[in-house]
């Protein structure tokens, strides 16, 4: 058992950073007005909104007891506050963890 866990995590963590550094090399040759390089990125930001969309429409788990309005409200209030301070990802996404579970709280 605990050798199946040490290969997991080495095999994981092999994949993981082989990609990273793979990554940072060649970075530097590839431009970012590329149309592969936007093409990517249109990619990755349709991925990232279909995840969303999935969240709010098909929850899973825990998130699938909270109301429909009050999760829009949130992603609503993430979007905002997104906007306030100046496209930061950070401060959505930790305020909005914490606006769903005091609205849920109050919800109940």
Known sequence: MATSVVLAILATSLATYLSRFLGAFTSEKISEKSKIYRWFNCIAYSTLAALISR????PSGDLSEVNYLLRIVVILLSILIFYIT?????????LSAIILGALNSFAV
Do not use: A, D, G
């Open 86 to 94: 100046k496209r930061n990802l950070v401060y959505p996404t930790v």
């Open 55 to 58: 969240m709010l429409i098909f």
